[in-house]
């Protein structure tokens, strides 16, 4: 059974705080995502990675840095946590590059800055 | 429970009546589609896709609809159960091009026994 594996569900930090949020996928997958999602805004994504030690960023990746260094781990950083990054976070994996096939999500992060 | 319904569209139906979500894309160029169900505290999950050379795809229970004339893509459910209340969100992509996928905001649909 393919697996995206966030490894916190919950987290609460203080404002300031850096903070890891590590996502790993067991399907061999070449592109990894991070979105944020929020009420009433959807899914927003964050940045992505096509291949090791590569990423581009999405639509809001202010604030946010990512790490790629292991095909199967994608980590997002927030070097400093601010309460507007407040939010549920979204890892996924998708394994074609050209532009079809389904997004796999793991279960979610949910970051709360205080 | 997961907050992400607040401020949502929502669609209540009776159980094993049929349901209708609906979802407008942006972009023409579009080329690939999918449909996703998010239940409370969880990730979201695969239901469906469509590619842009069809109309219609048809899974179990659940059948997609594209009408690229105006850009509006449809999720039917077929004999909706409770089980099926949750957030649903459109994805587009945006050619072949491109390996990210864009979201709409998400309809809930509530399902009464």
């Known amino acids: 059974d393919v697996k995206v594996t966030q490894s916190s569900r919950y987290l609460v930090k203080r404002t300031g705080e850096k903070v890891f949020l590590e996502c790993v996928q067991d399907m061999d997958h070449e592109n990894m995502f991070w979105y944020r999602q929020d009420p009433g805004l959807g899914l927003r994504l964050i940045y992505f990675s096509y291949d090791v030690k590569m990423k581009e960023k999405g639509d809001i990746p202010e604030g946010y840095s990512v790490s790629r260094e292991k095909k199967e781990r994608f980590s997002l950083i927030l070097e400093s946590a601010s309460t507007n990054q407040t939010s549920m976070y979204l890892c996924?994996?998708?394994?074609?590059?050209?532009?079809?096939?389904?997004?796999?999500f793991g279960e979610g992060s949910r970051l709360t800055v205080l | 429970g997961e907050s992400v319904g607040l401020h949502l569209p929502t669609l209540s139906v009776q159980e094993g009546d049929n349901s209708i979500i609906n979802c407008a894309y942006s972009n023409s160029a579009s080329d690939y589609f999918i449909w996703y169900k998010q239940e409370s505290g969880k990730g979201p999950q695969f239901i469906i896709d469509?590619?842009?050379?069809?109309d219609k795809r048809q899974g179990q229970r659940v059948t997609v609809l594209l009408n690229k004339t105006v850009k509006h893509l449809s999720l039917q459910i077929a004999a909706t159960q409770p089980g099926d209340s949750a957030v649903y969100f459109c994805?587009?992509?945006?050619?072949?091009?491109?390996?990210?996928?864009?979201f709409g905001k998400g309809t809930m649909l509530l399902v009464s026994p």
């Open positions: 469509i590619r842009s050379n069809m």
């Open positions: 994805a587009e992509n945006l050619g072949s091009g491109y390996s990210t996928l864009t």
């Open positions: 996924a994996s998708r394994s074609q590059g050209r532009g079809t096939g389904e997004l796999f």
